[in-house]
């Protein structure tokens, strides 16, 4: 029992020097609650998740019981057969995987060159440039979405990829220019300078040198412009109408919003979509955290 | 077979646009080259605008021919820019801007400039096809500007509830997610063990997809078969006195709606300020508080002159971010109460926009309205950063 107590509250004292110094004791009656706070929040912000595991495994004729167990009785994956044989789940995925690797691309390939400029030139225009970039993370997120409804509409491009990867493309170019110039500007000057005494272009400088040097930053940049796209809801709801186009977030949402039905595959479809998101998230997390605050730090 | 096709579609899509960047980039070679020999104007003249006529016809489907004089005017424009103000000076930064810029230009700036257009306009159900055949629409003024404030956006919320609403609704969020992150960043900031697991389990909300998140928590706040009724349910069995003092099963979604986005928004919050006040406490050199802690300086004292104002720098940006956020958080709302028989009990402004443009296709109202919340957003805004500014030059 001492040895636990020892344990958790991460003090170097035996557990009988513990409990007879004072000082110690309230250290580790003051550890003890602080655990005690993280594990009762810890659970509260992991519950939702922990049911709808429990929803998705539920068998049908049980899924509005009013148990709280995580692993139900009778506990089957015939939710997760029947999402992927009787949905188009899977054509869901599909189209939303393809126009998010194509708006990820475009945008990233885009803010890799103009991040480059911003970070190595002086120009005219320059501080113009950067607080447009700025200035376009206040535009309301619902307000672009109606013009941008109808030049698609004008361009006849309504529920296909291409009307739904030119909505997206540059919506996260701002920020993902913002992280590169960020982690340019990290970049010693010297290494460039060097490749030009050899005899490079400042072009071929940027292609040979900087690049392959970037990729930490660029797999950063894709990823952020991944997740935005990827979890994008509300202009796939106005741009996609036949559900055979839907990207994963219209389907779930259809799914659950015949929810007598389909609450046990809305569950199953929910899981398959969040463990990898979950997983690329925790993954990158640090590094997509450290490009959040990068600008105000240095500032 | 349909997916080999949806390949190519996209595919082919971006040989085309990088086949349009590569153009570009050739198009502003030639100005910035070229300025300054005798041919640059009439070849400018000659072959631009006829590349862009042939552009059009092809992404419109039918050839104007009123395009020619716009392109041969925009063409002389910038050809005499280049040569008397440019003068080929900065080639590679403006080369290398050039894609980006045009990108935003036609899916952020134009998109936004069409829609002031739109507001001073009158595009609704019945003019829609008008403006698809024709391409023009009736000028009404400024009649959309005040219908926004005198007309209800949807059936019967007015403007000034929707304003009161979002404001009440961002300062509950934002008090919300500042102070939880603050209280878990404090206790996480501990030398204690597990911290990076509980680090881990605390993000969850934020890192799952928000479309999951919220309608996952939609679902358990259903009256029968959402844990919270549940666990309110089993309370008052286990405590029967609580009954008296109202606790119990509610109809949160029909009764309760705004209550219920709030309490999910907050629980999707709090993670991210979290991360980002730890991110500032970690920064803050323990030699403050070893210097305090000789001077006999309590833990609140130490909290409030040490802590506080080391964190300021951080939190700022990060309170911006977060009340403009809040602020256009349409998802939370539209997810919740979005679908047929949807309250709008709860909707705060922008997500009253979104039904104004898309449930009940008002569209030149809703882009007056989308100005209106834009100028707000953009005072509200301007504020924060001027108040952050003060207090950068105060330290």
């Not at chain 1, 997760?80 to 475009?106: G, H, Q, V």
């Not at chain 2, 210097?291 to 300021?312: E, H, V």
Request: glycine share 6%; proline share 4%.
């Amino acid at each position: 029992m001492l040895r636990i107590k020892k344990y958790f509250s991460g003090l170097r004292a035996s557990g009988a020097e513990v409990l007879r110094d004072p000082i110690q004791r309230r250290k580790f009656l003051k550890y003890l609650l602080i655990h005690l706070v993280m594990l009762a929040v810890s659970l509260v912000f992991i519950y939702p998740l922990l049911r709808i595991f429990s929803i998705s495994l539920r068998p049908g004729d049980k899924l509005f019981s009013t148990d709280l167990s995580l692993i139900p009785d009778n506990a089957t994956f015939v939710a997760y057969a029947s999402l992927l044989k009787d949905t188009m789940f899977l054509r869901w995925l599909w189209n939303s995987l393809l126009i998010t690797l194509a708006t990820s691309f475009i945008g990233v390939s885009l803010a890799s060159t103009a991040a480059y400029a911003f970070s190595r030139f002086r120009f005219p225009g320059k501080k113009a440039g950067l607080i447009l970039l700025l200035s376009s993370q206040m535009i309301p997120a619902g307000m672009l979405i109606l013009p941008l409804f109808l030049m698609i509409m004008k361009l006849k491009l309504m529920n296909t990829y291409l009307g739904m990867i030119i909505a997206y493309s540059v919506s996260s170019l701002p920020f993902s220019i913002w992280i590169l110039k960020g982690y340019y500007d990290t970049i010693p000057r010297s290494l460039e300078e060097a490749a030009l005494v050899d005899g490079t272009s400042q072009v071929g400088a940027f292609w040979r040198i900087i690049l392959p040097l970037s990729t930490p930053a660029l797999s950063i940049a894709f990823l952020f412009n991944f997740t935005t796209a990827w979890n994008e809801y509300l202009v796939a709801r106005v741009v996609l109408f036949s559900s055979k186009q839907y990207t994963w977030t219209l389907g779930l949402f259809e799914l659950q919003g015949q929810y007598i039905t389909q609450w046990g595959m809305f569950a199953a479809g929910s899981m398959l979509v969040t463990i990898p998101v979950l997983a690329v998230f925790l993954y990158s997390s640090k590094w997509l955290i450290s490009g959040l605050t990068l600008g105000s730090v240095k500032g | 077979m349909e997916i080999l096709k949806s390949i190519y579609e996209v595919a082919g899509f971006i040989v085309l646009i990088a086949l349009g960047v590569a153009a570009l980039e050739g198009y502003f070679y030639y100005h910035f080259k070229c300025h300054d020999r005798a041919w640059f104007f009439p070849v400018a003249l000659a072959a631009f605008p006829a590349a862009a006529v042939v552009a059009a016809a092809a992404i419109l489907g039918d050839y104007q021919f009123r395009l020619w004089f716009y392109f041969l005017a925009a063409e002389a424009l910038i050809a005499a820019a280049f040569r008397y103000a440019v003068k080929g000076r900065h080639t590679v930064p403006y080369l290398l801007l050039a894609p980006a810029f045009i990108g935003l230009a036609l899916l952020l700036v134009y998109p936004f400039v069409f829609e002031v257009y739109l507001s001073f306009h009158d595009l609704k159900l019945t003019t829609i096809m008008m403006w698809k055949n024709t391409g023009s629409l009736p000028f009404v003024g400024l009649r959309q500007y005040f219908d926004v404030f005198t007309t209800s956006p949807l059936s019967e919320v007015t403007f000034w509830a929707l304003l009161g609403r979002t404001l009440v609704w961002t300062f509950t969020n934002v008090f919300f997610h500042v102070a939880g992150g603050f209280a878990l960043a404090l206790l996480l900031n501990n030398a204690i063990r597990f911290k990076g697991i509980y680090r881990t389990l605390l993000v969850v909300p934020w890192a799952m997809p928000q479309v999951v998140a919220v309608l996952a928590m939609r679902g358990e706040f259903h009256s029968q078969n959402g844990f919270v009724n549940i666990i309110l349910a089993k309370l008052t069995e286990v405590f029967p006195f609580l009954v008296s003092l109202g606790v119990g099963p509610v109809q949160w979604l029909s009764d309760y709606p705004l209550l219920t986005c709030t309490i999910i928004n907050v629980w999707l919050g709090i993670p991210f300020m979290m991360v980002v006040i730890l991110g500032g406490l970690q920064s803050i050199s323990s030699s403050y508080y070893d210097a305090a802690d000789i001077d006999g300086a309590s833990y609140f004292q130490k909290l409030r002159f040490i802590t506080m104002p080391l964190i300021k720098p951080v939190l700022m940006p990060a309170v911006t971010l977060g009340t403009v956020w809040t602020f256009n958080n349409i998802n939370v709302i539209y997810l919740v109460t979005g679908q047929a028989g949807g309250t709008e009990q709860a909707d705060i402004l922008v997500s009253a926009l979104y039904k104004a443009a898309f449930t009940y296709n008002r569209y030149s109202y809703s882009a007056a309205f989308a100005i209106v919340v834009f100028a707000l957003l953009f005072f509200i805004s301007v504020t924060y950063l001027h108040g952050f500014d003060a207090a950068k030059e105060e330290r």
